[in-house]
């Protein structure tokens, strides 16, 4: 028997749904036998993704053939099944011990929610539970998955969490060696059209965003402490290991998030097929099939670089040229699209909830201004407001460094007896009504290239101290009785 091959569906949808696509593997040659389909349970508030991914062991181990622990399979995942399987690989511990990476030898993920989806806090509204909620009648009629969506929301804690196990420890768990798998994805490069267009957001195929569904990341740590952490310097950016495998996002032209598997096309599936050999004998390397992946998705990118507004799904003529005037861009001039997902805290680990970032550029006169060409959209986790995602176009020859910035920021604790305090060109103590610290980003390179790179998510932990007040002597919070 050749290797099995397992499917794993995403929020809301049914194992039933991946048939077109199962078909489609079937006239490539994979054996109709060795696919099998997971269903599971996502619209019922009760179940998180964690719970999911232990649903997925349960089976495995109850399975007549991946009941052997030993036993080397593929997966095939689509929107929230990536978190799904990569919380199940996180769940088994680190790569030196972990056998589960073992045996997973490939993995693809098909318009992956690798980092959520714009669309998950719209979920647990009650239009949302009208829209997408269980219609079943019983115990979780109209529930629309609350806890997984909660998983599932722009800058959320689980995918920060999850991101430090498997993208950013210390050992990768998706390396060039033979102990770990192989994965590669595809995003389809169109929103949704006719009536779903209402829910689609700029950047994206419908429901993921184009900078949120690869697994390559790296973390920057800006550290305004009194004293950084080792007295390492105050900004930090992880490498682009030698050793870590790269998974960019390949652009799947004419697809949104569902016609993606409804109506595979014909060449992705090709890919897929022989990305399921890749390693084996007879099969590419893998360094081959990816610069192949790469020159097919080219045609898919001249659309995912166009600007906001221009070409928008269900705008026209007239009203198109407009979003592009008074965005200030012609189409065709963007790098493309990133995310950075943020995350404030203080020297004890603690989340800032009231903080503010702005970022600056140097104009030819030496002014420091806002650089309102990069902003776009920011989203602060519902739960949790110290994690907050920034979703950001890339002007034209910004990853290229030539562009000077700086970060302004500034924190607030809601009251007088505390500060948080940064220190940056100079100490500063925060608050509404205080003067922000500011930060140079010039060296964040330090031979690791820009900050900058398209269609990737980027974390930032912010750190800062927190006082009690005043600074200089003793606090109101606790003093000594008088004798």
Known sequence: MSRPLVLIHGYSAEGKDFENLKQALIARGIDSQDIDICNYISLNNEITIKDIAEGLDRAFRMHAVFGNETQEFDCLVHSTGMLVLRAWLANAGPPATNARLKR???????????????QAHKGRTWLGAMVKGNRHLGPDFLNAGD???????????????????????????????????????????????????????????????????????RKITIDLTRIPVANASRITITPWADHRLEIPMIAVDGRNHGSLISEPEPGMVDLVAAFLKVGDPGGETHDAWLARAQKYG?????????????????????????????LGHSP???????????FACDERGD??????????????????????????????????????CFHVRLPAGLSGGGVKLRARINASTGTELLAYQGYGSEARQLGSTAEPVEIDLDDLGQGNGSMFCPFTT????????????????????????ES
């Open 458 to 481: 980027t974390l930032i932990q912010i750190v800062l101290n927190r006082e009690p007040l005043p600074l200089d002597k003793v606090s109101r919070l606790l003093t000594f009785l």
């Open 104 to 118: 997973l030898k490939h993995l693809v993920g098909l318009a992956p929610a690798t980092w959520g989806s714009p």
């Open 351 to 388: 989340g800032i909830p009231d903080y503010m970032i702005e970022v600056l550029t140097q104009q030819p006169d030496g002014q420091w201004v806002p650089f309102h060409e990069m902003s776009t959209d920011v989203h602060p986790y519902g739960p949790d407001s110290s994690y907050r």
């Open 298 to 326: 080219e045609a898919g990118l001249p659309r995912m670089k166009i600007n906001p507004g221009a070409e928008a799904a269900g705008l026209e003529g007239d009203v198109k040229k407009f979003f592009a005037h008074i």
């Open 147 to 217: 806890r997984v969506l909660e998983g599932l929301e722009l800058g959320s804690q689980f995918t920060w969490d999850l991101a430090h196990l498997d993208l950013l420890g210390p050992e990768p768990f998706y390396d060039k060696g033979v102990d770990s798998p192989y994965v590669a994805v595809f995003i389809g490069n169109t929103p949704y059209e006719g009536l779903a267009s209402v829910a689609n957001d700029p950047g994206t195929d419908g429901t993921v965003r184009w900078s949120g569904c690869s697994l390559n990341a």
């Open 332 to 342: 065709g001039e963007l790098e493309g699209w990133q995310q950075f997902v943020v």
